[in-house]
Nanobody, 115 residues
Framework: QVQLVESGGGLVQAGGSLRLTCAAS????????MAWYRQAPGKQRELVAAITGGGITTSADSVKGRFTIVRENAKNTVYLQMNSLKPEDTAVYYC?????????WGQGTQVTVSS
């Protein structure tokens, strides 16, 4: 059974920083793409940032220059460093991992940015 355990969410003031962590465990092999998505109330889930097995990253325009995605392959872990946070970054953040033909989702972690 595969588990994605997310941590690092919380309440922060605008301009602050948070680091999200997602660790994959269980019978998971051949991890390729790892990504973070977010969903704000009343909005669709959107891609925040992604990283391939080779380390190529992509990110949403709204977070470019502020958020950084990094992976640690030996630990099956992906991080999202979020700096200069804004109230519009408030959302539930979800980890997504692709392994073979399957995609796995974390349970989500709440990030709230106060103005």
């Amino acid at each position: 059974q595969v588990q994605l355990v997310e941590s690092g969410g919380g309440l922060v003031q605008a301009g602050g920083s948070l680091r999200l962590t997602c660790a994959a465990s269980g019978s998971i092999f051949g991890i390729s793409r790892m990504a973070w998505y977010r969903q704000a109330p009343g909005k669709q889930r959107e891609l925040v940032a992604a990283i391939t097995g080779g380390g190529i990253t992509t990110s949403a325009d709204s977070v470019k220059g502020r958020f950084t995605i990094v992976r640690e392959n030996a630990k099956n872990t992906v991080y999202l460093q979020m700096n200069s946070l804004k109230p519009e970054d408030t959302a539930v953040y979800y980890c997504n991992v692709q392994a073979g033909l399957r995609a796995y989702w974390g349970q989500g972690t709440q990030v709230t940015v106060s103005s």
